[in-house]
């Protein structure tokens, strides 16, 4: 699984495309005057990049009678799964034990037959750029069952792999998706017997950082597109 993971990122290719359809053709036509013709085209730039940082919330639940009793079986819990990060490869700056959230069920509005009286949310964060640590960790965390920490497996606890560093693949991916509408304008003007002037608008789009596909939420696709307007001579 591993390597068949290496060979995909490392296949992963930069793709740019031009996006033309007859609506956006035809908003270039409406635009032409007997004096200044223009078109109106778009550039879509799309590049897939593996996640760069990874956050795991790692929640687990205790309950008890006794506050005494509830404060040493968290305190233990905490050292045993910071242990198994460490285990994993990862290190204090990589994790982050939370205070515990913890309910009194005898102070709720309706009492309930419950078996503790006090519940107990706990959370150990971590947020690190370890990616393969993490992976390989969440795929050990069952191992946290042996010293009674049952993981909560829940969309608050679930893992999320990010892509931060946008800014520095930005000026490249607009470079290349406004070079790949100017494509696109020359062909419209080479069709109807004129050339490609200067612009009259451009509007760079939003970016866009979608998984690159369900179930490969580490690879990331980022998606720019933008909208430039040219005027065009004879």
């Known amino acids: 699984m591993k390597n068949s993971r290496k060979r995909l990122v490392a296949s992963l290719i930069f793709s740019c495309a031009v996006v033309i359809s007859s609506v956006i053709i035809a908003a270039g036509l409406s635009n032409i005057s007997p004096d200044r013709r223009t078109v109106s085209v778009r550039g879509l730039c799309e590049r897939e ?13 205790f309950g008890s009678n006794s506050l005494t009793e509830l404060h040493s079986i968290i305190t233990s819990a905490a050292d045993n799964v910071t242990a198994f990060l460490e285990d994993n490869g990862l290190s204090s700056g990589d994790y982050t034990v939370q205070a515990p959230v913890i ?34 960790a969440v795929s050990r965390s069952i191992e946290l069952m042996e010293d009674g920490i049952a993981v909560t497996a829940d969309y608050s606890s679930s893992v999320q792999f990010l892509f931060t560093g946008l800014n520095d693949i930005k000026p490249e991916m607009i470079a290349s998706a406004t070079e790949n509408a100017r494509e696109a304008a020359e062909q419209f003007a080479r069709d109807s017997g004129s050339r490609v002037g200067k612009i009259k608008n451009a509007t760079q789009g939003l970016f866009s950082i979608d998984d ?21 001579a004879d």
């Open 49 to 61: 990049v593996p996640a760069d940082t990874v956050v795991w919330p790692i929640v687990y639940t």
């Open 103 to 136: 309910t009194d069920l005898s102070t709720e509005r309706y009492g309930t037959e419950a078996k503790w009286r006090y519940i107990s949310r706990n959370t150990v964060l971590v947020r690190t750029k370890k990616i393969q640590e993490v992976k390989d």
């Open 212 to 232: 690159a596909a369900p179930g490969l939420s580490d690879i990331k696709t980022v998606r720019v597109v933008t909208s430039v307007e040219y005027y065009l």
